[in-house]
């Protein structure tokens, strides 16, 4: 069976400027792909090729087979899209936007009326269809924002972070229908900064910074091409040197690489345990007044580190 979708060598510049800058990667029909990296990272301008709002500088893509480029109709009518902003009417209910969005679909009358509901229900908002968008929460605003990109039923969604500035519990309902929407055959590219939703939602994760896609693969996959680094993360006081902290951590057998980040330092390295002591010591003769030392096992956000250097949610 085809890949859903087809990236082939995806180019984005403004100017002197690549925002996406070669990227190629499939998703196959019913999987959850995920592209984790921190803000500017290109994602959401990849994102915005694939469902022709830009125009790539170079390359194509083909979804359910049709090109980006040239057939974008048959591309708009088989994806469907939740933008990182809330695409809503305030003063237009929840039922009135719906409407709205399901009408540039070409849905109408009986049809229209039953995706509308069917939706509703699904996000656990039909008691609130006759409110006006002003009303609602943040998380609420996302979920409609969700609803409007599945009335025409696409078989491929675009999801650019779609948890971002929302409370916990509309952030683990979204999460939740997410995958049940997965279960359900939905296919979806999901588009994130945090570690953890790319961890628990995704099939295949694709790291990306700087408008380069770095690497591809499952957890496990991506786990083994940088090996089983643990990240001891050193948080310190504010007015400490990192720059001489992470100089006299680089030398310790077993750390294979220091990274200095806003309130401290991240080292990667194996046998945590074993290096852990030695690590304290020569922080503190370095003049660091740790606040406090928190180790992580192998993950997603320890290959990013691997990979680009740089922590996550920088």
């Given at each position: 069976?085809?890949p859903?979708?087809?990236?082939?060598?995806?180019?984005?510049?403004?100017?002197d400027?690549?925002?996406?800058?070669?990227?190629?990667?499939?998703i196959?029909?019913?999987?959850?792909?995920?592209?984790?990296?921190?803000n500017g990272a290109?994602k959401?301008?990849t994102?915005?090729?694939l469902?022709?709002?830009?125009?790539?500088?170079?390359?194509d893509?083909?979804?359910?087979g049709?090109?980006i480029?040239?057939?974008?109709?048959?591309?708009?009518?088989s994806?469907?899209i939740v933008?990182?902003e809330?695409?809503?009417?305030?003063?237009?209910?929840?039922?009135?936007?719906?409407?709205?969005w399901?009408?540039l679909?070409?849905l109408?009358?009986?049809?229209?009326?039953?995706?509308?509901?069917?939706?509703?229900?699904?996000?656990?908002l039909?008691?609130?269809?006759k409110?006006?968008?002003?009303?609602?929460?943040g998380?609420?605003?996302?979920?409609?924002?969700?609803?409007?990109?599945?009335?025409?039923?696409?078989k491929?969604?675009?999801?650019d972070?779609?948890?971002?500035?929302i409370d916990?519990?509309?952030?683990?309902?979204?999460?939740n229908m997410?995958?049940?929407m997965?279960?359900?055959?939905?296919?979806?590219?999901?588009?994130?900064?945090?570690?953890?939703?790319?961890?628990?939602?995704?099939?295949?994760v694709?790291?990306?910074?700087?408008?380069?896609?770095?690497?591809?693969?499952?957890?496990?996959?991506?786990?083994?091409?940088?090996?089983?680094?643990?990240?001891?993360?050193?948080e310190?006081?504010?007015?400490?040197?990192?720059?001489?902290?992470?100089?006299?951590?680089?030398?310790?057998?077993?750390v294979s690489?220091?990274?200095i980040e806003?309130?401290?330092?991240?080292?990667?390295?194996r046998?945590?345990?074993?290096?852990?002591?030695?690590?304290?010591n020569r922080?503190?003769?370095?003049g660091a007044r740790i606040?406090?030392i928190?180790?992580?096992?192998p993950?997603?956000?320890?290959?990013?580190?691997?990979l680009?250097g740089?922590a996550?949610?920088?």
């Amino acid at each position: 069976m085809p890949p859903i979708l087809q990236a082939m060598n995806l180019v984005k510049k403004f100017g002197d400027f690549t925002a996406v800058d070669d990227v190629s990667f499939e998703i196959m029909e019913g999987e959850i792909f995920s592209l984790l990296g921190p803000n500017g990272a290109g994602k959401t301008t990849t994102i915005s090729m694939l469902s022709t709002l830009l125009e790539p500088t170079s390359g194509d893509a083909l979804i359910n087979g049709y090109s980006i480029t040239k057939e974008d109709l048959q591309v708009l009518n088989s994806i469907g899209i939740v933008p990182q902003e809330v695409a809503l009417y305030d003063e237009l209910t929840a039922l009135e936007n719906l409407n709205y969005w399901g009408k540039l679909y070409n849905l109408r009358g009986r049809k229209l009326s039953q995706r509308v509901k069917e939706v509703l229900e699904q996000i656990g908002l039909t008691d609130r269809a006759k409110d006006r968008i002003k009303t609602y929460s943040g998380g609420m605003k996302r979920r409609i924002n969700i609803a409007a990109g599945l009335l025409h039923q696409p078989k491929l969604l675009f999801m650019d972070e779609p948890t971002a500035g929302i409370d916990p519990q509309s952030r683990r309902m979204i999460l939740n229908m997410v995958k049940e929407m997965n279960q359900q055959g939905m296919s979806i590219l999901y588009t994130t900064h945090y570690m953890e939703e790319a961890q628990e939602l995704s099939d295949r994760v694709g790291i990306i910074d700087h408008g380069k896609l770095i690497s591809i693969g499952t957890q496990d996959e991506l786990t083994q091409q940088v090996g089983e680094n643990d990240s001891i993360r050193i948080e310190t006081d504010p007015t400490d040197d990192l720059a001489t902290i992470a100089a006299s951590l680089e030398d310790i057998d077993d750390v294979s690489k220091v990274i200095i980040e806003a309130n401290g330092v991240t080292l990667l390295g194996r046998n945590a345990g074993q290096i852990l002591a030695p690590i304290v010591n020569r922080a503190t003769q370095a003049g660091a007044r740790i606040r406090s030392i928190e180790v992580i096992e192998p993950n997603l956000e320890t290959v990013f580190l691997q990979l680009t250097g740089r922590a996550l949610r920088d």
